[in-house]
């Protein structure tokens, strides 16, 4: 599977923004759908996941209750809703694909850059 991020950009903090990842190849809703995201100078951090139906997600806890991750399989796009954005939210950001049976996401976008400006 081929995934296209896209949506980045400058915001203030307090804004929003909404990204979407498009993807495809191979039959989109097989795939558990991430976002990642990696500042200057850090490691890339998990940021949320959700499963193949969209019954189940998880975010990580500083973006908890600010930012909603959701799929449209028909569409075979993922988005992340970030809602009160925060200087530290600035970083690069990845969508990523688990293929069934595999234990790490196999396909990355080539992410997309998120500013946030104080």
């Known amino acids: 599977v081929q995934l296209q991020a896209s949506g980045g950009g400058l915001a203030q903090a307090g804004g929003s923004l909404r990204l979407s990842c498009a993807a495809s190849?191979?039959?989109?809703?097989?795939?558990?759908m991430a976002w990642f995201r990696q500042a200057p100078g850090k490691e890339r951090e998990f940021v949320a996941h959700?499963?193949?139906?969209?019954?189940?997600?998880s975010y990580s806890d500083s973006v908890k209750g600010r930012v909603t991750i959701s799929r449209d399989n028909a569409k075979n796009t993922v988005y992340l809703q970030m809602n009160s954005l925060k200087p530290e939210d600035t970083a690069v950001y990845y969508c990523?694909?688990?293929?069934?049976?595999?234990?790490?996401?196999?396909?990355w976008g080539q992410g997309t850059q998120v500013t946030v400006s104080s």
């Open positions: 959700i499963t193949q139906s969209g019954g189940r997600t």
């Open positions: 190849g191979r039959t989109f809703s097989i795939y558990i």
């Open positions: 990523a694909a688990m293929s069934l049976g595999s234990n790490k996401f196999d396909y």
